[in-house]
């Protein structure tokens, strides 16, 4: 069945670093890709999206890039800040079929 | 974007009692909702998919007589835990497609804690 792999965390990050948290996937066909944040306390938030390979997804200074040839699609930013401390789930949708695959997720903790 | 909302957002509940959390699509309507629980620092688990006028689908090792659902309209779903015990405790998130869309929107989540 499908399935989601996630770096495990947490990963701890001074403020303006570089972030880089890799997902991998296994699925049948092109399914649709998806990075959520899960604040502390909060439900998930939709980050990004990428539907098709080779679409890059981005939101708030985070992109990711549907890479179907290595079947992965890692998040990255620039520059983190305090505020981007939170749990980020990669998580998979296959076409024409709403259930989402979840990976484990990954905590960020960004400090000043 | 689309909004979905729970209530309440948490609930302390003695055990063996019933607890009932309501998930609503406020500016779409979805014929599908799905819920979910999530345990502390782990991944969400899917319990079920609730079908607007029709029977919730549940996921292999959920209790569907213990976790019942109801989709009552095209912006209500609702989870009911039945004869709550401190192992139900958690945190319960559903979530909604809007339209033909692939993309879940989700609810905040409610804490359910069970004494």
């Known amino acids: 069945g499908d399935s989601v792999t996630q770096m495990e965390g947490p990963v701890t990050l001074s403020e303006e670093a570089f972030l880089t948290i890799n997902c991998t996937y296994t699925?049948?066909?092109?399914?649709?890709l998806f990075w959520y944040v899960q604040y502390p306390g909060e439900g998930l938030q939709l980050l990004l999206k990428?539907?098709?390979?080779?679409d890059k997804g981005s939101n708030k200074g985070f992109e990711a890039t549907y890479r179907k040839e290595t079947t992965s699609f890692h998040l990255e930013k620039g520059s983190v800040q305090v505020s981007d401390s939170a749990v980020y789930f990669c998580a998979l949708s296959a076409k024409g079929y709403q259930k989402v695959t979840f990976g484990t997720g990954t905590k960020l903790q960004v400090i000043p | 974007g689309a909004v979905v909302s729970q209530h309440p957002s948490w609930v302390i509940c003695k055990s063996g009692t019933s607890v009932k959390i309501e998930c609503r699509s406020l500016?779409?309507?979805?014929?599908?909702m799905f819920w979910y629980r999530q345990f502390p620092k782990q991944s969400l688990m899917l319990m079920a998919t609730?079908?607007?006028?029709?029977?919730?689908?549940?996921e292999q090792g959920v209790e569907k007589d213990k976790f019942l659902i109801n989709h009552a309209s095209l912006t209500l779903s609702t989870l009911t835990v039945t004869s709550a015990h401190p192992e139900d405790s958690s945190f319960y998130i559903c979530?909604?497609?809007?339209?033909?869309?692939?993309?879940?929107?989700f609810g905040p989540g409610t804490r359910l804690t069970v004494l």
């Open positions: 990428a539907t098709k390979a080779d």
């Open positions: 500016d779409f309507q979805a014929t599908t």
């Open positions: 979530s909604a497609p809007e339209g033909g869309s692939d993309t879940q929107y």
């Open positions: 609730s079908n607007e006028g029709s029977k919730a689908t549940y």
């Open positions: 699925a049948t066909g092109y399914p649709s």
